[in-house]
Every structure is written in C-alpha cells, then in structure tokens.
C-alpha cells in the first residue's frame, strides 16, 4: 500500500511539473506574440485550453469504466492541476449545472468569483502593510 501512495506521488510530481512547464510554454509564446497589453491573453488561453483538456480527460475517463485510475492522476489532477486551476472550477461549475442544481451553481460561480477578488485584495493589502 505505501508503494502506491509514493507511486500516486511522483505520478502527479511528474505530470504537475510537465503542466508547469507547459503554462510557462504557452503563457511565454502568447506573450511574445501578442505583445504587453492590459488584456491577459497567455493567461485566458491557458485557462481555456485547460477547460478543454479537463472536459475531455474527465468525460473519458467516466465513459471508459475499465480505464485506469492512473490516468485520473496524470492528466487532471497532475497536468491540468499545475498548468490551470481555472478548469477545476470550471468543470465544478459544469457538474452542478448538469445535475440540475441551477441555485447552487450561480452561487459557487458568485462566490468564487468575488470571495476569491477580496482575497487578493487582503493579500494585497496585507503584503503592503507587511512591507
């Protein structure tokens, strides 16, 4: 058993970094080409890109029974979960939607967005009275 806790481990070590590096691939060339701008382009397309590659990786591996929990570990935890937070809460968002709870979802979607906004303001805000 604590073999495959240390193998679970270096899998999502592994697949984590790939996705860090893979973020900073995609946010460095966007960046590059676009140029600086006030609208965050390397960032929205990695948090797009991520939605698309959780959508597809989660459907899968819920479609195909016999698929194998080390792809769970690879791709959307591992991968998806060091390149974008974002599709995380995205597909969060997606299941309660599909499951009908409407109410719950707006207020995941509310909170999440303006909790999360205040957060970085009190962080913000703390470093500078820290500083």
Request: net charge positive.
């Amino acid at each position: 058993m604590k073999r495959l806790t240390v193998q679970k481990f270096l899998l999502i070590a592994i697949s984590g970094a790939l996705g860090s590096l893979a973020r900073y691939g995609v946010h460095s060339v966007v960046t590059h080409r676009m140029g600086a701008s006030r609208f965050p382009y390397g960032t929205f397309l990695v948090n797009i890109t991520a939605c698309l590659i959780i959508g597809f990786s989660l459907t899968c591996i819920e479609r195909r029974t016999a698929a194998s929990p080390t792809w769970m570990i690879l791709l959307p935890i591992g991968f998806v979960g060091a390149y974008s937070t974002f599709s995380t809460f995205q597909w969060e968002t997606f299941s309660t939607l599909e499951s009908g709870a409407f109410l719950l979802a707006a207020a995941y979607i509310t909170l999440s967005v303006l909790l999360g906004l205040a957060a970085v303001w009190l962080g913000a805000v703390l470093a500078r009275v820290a500083l």
